[in-house]
């Protein structure tokens, strides 16, 4: 956010090309407020998977970055597209099309920064509940998601960029409410068995830490 304010000033006071600083200062400073208020929403992402024409042109310089870096490490990563937490439960990267495995039921995508694919949403039932990368969910909104994937029948991918941290949370918060982990630290390592590279930032350890009795009382209910 520092470096956005420091581009929109040299812009300022450079003048002439120097303006095309300004743009960009202005992107950061947009997304480092969303992060400083916890606003996934700024990102413009839609119930859809959609992301609003205008958030992508207004925010262009992030989101080039942050879907380059995203394909650039799809290309020279070894490790899979998904792994299998629980027959039901794959904890996962976000997919192309033509990744997703066919035996599945729903897709739930927890990125803010990026569309979800068509192919994608057209495929079973689609959820999305935009998440910032490394941010830990509202409460509210992670006791609801768990609660549908508790009641959904057949194999549901669980996504976010690279299937380490958001996606892994939600993961974690269905093993708590069904009872196969005492605590968020026991969910996780339950998670890495399966998806080694998986790893909680440490706002969402700490908000599984908090919601293990909520949790647990969704799954008895």
Known sequence: MMCGVAAVIAA???????????WLGACFVGVGAAYVRGQPGALGKREDGSLAWSRVVLLLPYFLITWTVWHVQRALSREGCF???????LLARRPLAHELPASVAGVVDLTAEFPAAS?????????CVPVLDAAAMDE???LALV????????????????GHGRSATVVAAVLLARGEAEDATQAEALIRRARPS??????????????VPWLGRLGDA
């Open 147 to 162: 609660a549908e994937l508790l009641a959904t029948r057949g194999p549901t991918y669980v996504q976010c960029a690279q």
């Open 198 to 211: 998986a790893r909680l930032h440490t706002e969402q350890r700490a908000l599984l830490a908090r919601m």
């Open 12 to 22: 300022a006071t450079g003048g002439g090309p120097w303006w095309g600083l300004a």
């Open 119 to 127: 192919g994608v949403r057209a495929r079973g039932h689609y959820r």
């Open 83 to 89: 792994d299998q937490v629980r027959p039901d439960l």
């Open 140 to 142: 509210e909104a992670l």
